[in-house]
């Protein structure tokens, strides 16, 4: 699980941002995820001796909220929106395209670390529905035939830059 | 920034402010909300720069916020000297080039305006602004007036006055549509009491969902024993389906921290916190300069505008909890726990935030306030009905032809707003319910269409007002999955301290799943009926003991699809694969 080895400074850093404050342990650990993606056990753990907060706390507060993340996610997240709104009109059929596509269940991230596919609760975009929304970009109006493209795009952004 | 510190401050601020909303050349205004930015304004404003910039054209560029007509984003405002100001909608990168020709020529060769506006009422103040003198352009009479379009005829636009209007960055603008004045005129020339005295008048409730008189609250709060209370703004908008509060967040922060100061002032209170959810990057964006902006001018911090008051505002962030809408979980999440709730019996008025007494109101209900203190308690509660004072934001979705963000009298009904505004069901398909107050909410089919919207009626009618999420559905929508839908959601929301919710909703959702794949039994709506009434009985908080309102209101009003997919193993709307 912690293949990403994880910087004391850096999280000291944030930390002190904060001024050690322990009401702002969320903000704290969206930061750390913010950096490393995903919360490792090592950053819980420097998180709880750094805070004084006994780490059963810490595990509490990240798994009770949807937003944190205990696994590595992938390089691209997808998220399907969940609200009334793209329910009507159509998103769980965009969500099982998806699944279908990548190959997953919604909540897994594929093999080759792309893609992680997540269900949110509602983006508040609902003028737009259905919408999935990609690390940051929101597509609006989707429709499920246009989800092959689309993940095409996401792969062939990576392959241009020349990371692999 | 130069502090503001008496009423030539702040009137001086008035005029730059004006200067920058009626400018002597040419302006161009995109709408870039987050519901604009997803579909091209983004890209429409970097285009447009791009253009003026190499044409070297003389034109104010500037973004605003969301005027609500969703359905025709992106929208691109253009205001010129001495003419009405022209909408246009649907602009792309493509388009911008001989879009901004056809600015320079005065004409309509390559879009034609979706609508004008001729004078610009501020609500915040009562002036009226005109943007031309003299009789209407020759070439402009073809255009609708935007308030004779059927989408904005019947609205009152109060909490969102300023979305749409001006640039939600520039402070002046604020100002200059009436913005801070009366937060000048509490800390001048009226007493704690005098307000919250106001604000009791007005008949303001609660705009989250739950109604409660506003005033009340804050005179409870203000009575509190306690050397440090706390004024909360709930931006947790967890309601699928729902984004008023985002819009005005995005749209008109400095209506939501002025709202704030002045509430502080009537309570005591000397601290305050924006509660925004994570989903809503652009809104934390937008209130974290609004705030600082209100900083440097004195208008946050401390000696506000010279009064010798202080108080300043923090912004917490959630973390994707549907359950932290919830005020004493929201103050769980504040303080950096899980955001369970606790029980009631002690008031967060008295024991809030820190076990300190503590004031929560939502975005909508703060963005009301400078109004009522500007305006008056008279002129405020004239609008709406009895017991229901003011107008409401909803978000019309859905199945609608105009989907959108709308503001309206309470009272109006609800087939005014989905027929008159919203055009009702497009593509010839039969109007089924209209689904309101999130998963706290209920159905209402169309037999309830002339039920006025309030507090009250809509809670006869089987369902709530909740914060303002409007779903209709059509016949393809099949209402036993939508009752599903609202259980999934709620059971992976349930904070599972307390059984009846953690167990109850899932065993519900169970005999839901069983009845939409064909394994439904004869007995099994009764089983519902009686576990809801447990669940409702037995659950902690609102979520609870709400949670089996969407099942209870679909049961009373679509019976029929309920049997029908129990005995004729049919899904009458097609929506159940299994039994399609």
Redesign the interface.
Known sequence: MNEVSISEDAVKTIVEKYHGEKSALISILQDVQKEYAFLSKDALNLLSQEMEIPLSSVYEVSTFYNSFSLVPRGRHVIEVCAGTACHVKGGPKLRSRLETELNLECGETTEDRMFTLEEVRCLGCCSLAPVVKVDGDIHAYLEEDKIPGILKNYRNERRQSGEN | MARINNLQDLNKRREQGMASLFPSKTKVMVGEA??G???GAGLVHKALAEEIEKQKLDIMLRKTGCIGM??R?PLVDVIEPNRPRLTYSRLTPKNVPAFLNQVLEGNHKSKKPYCRIDEDVFIGNGETRRYFSGALPDDLGEVSPMSEIDFYEKQVRIATRNCGYLDPDNIDEYIARGGYFSLRKALSSMQPEEIIEEVIKAGLRGRGGGGFPTGYKWQSCRRAHGEVKYVICNGD???????MD?SIMEGDPHSVIEGMIIGAYAIGAHEGYIYVR????FAVNALSLAISQARECGLLGENILDSGFSFDIQI???????VCGESTALMA???????EPRAKYVHTVEHGLKDRPTNLNNVETWANVPVIVGRGSEWFSEIGIENNAGTKVF?L???IRN???IEVPMGITLREIIYDIGGGTPKGKQFKAV?TG?PSGGCIPKDMLDFPVSYDELSKAGSMMGSG?M?V?DET?CMVD?AR??LR?LES?S?GKCVPCREGVYRMRQILDDICVGRGREGDVELLESMSEAIIDGSLCALGGSAPNPVLSTIKSFRDEYDAHIRDKKCPAGVCKELA
């Open positions: 987050t519901c930015l997803a579909t969703c359905y984003e908008e967890g309601d699928p389906g729902a984004y985002r994570d989903e809503y990057p917490g962030k959630g973390a994707g909890a549907f999440s504040l303080e950096g726990r899980a955001g978000s979705v859905g199945n989907v959108g963000l689904q999130g999420g779903i559905m929508s939508v839908y609202f959601f929301e904070c």
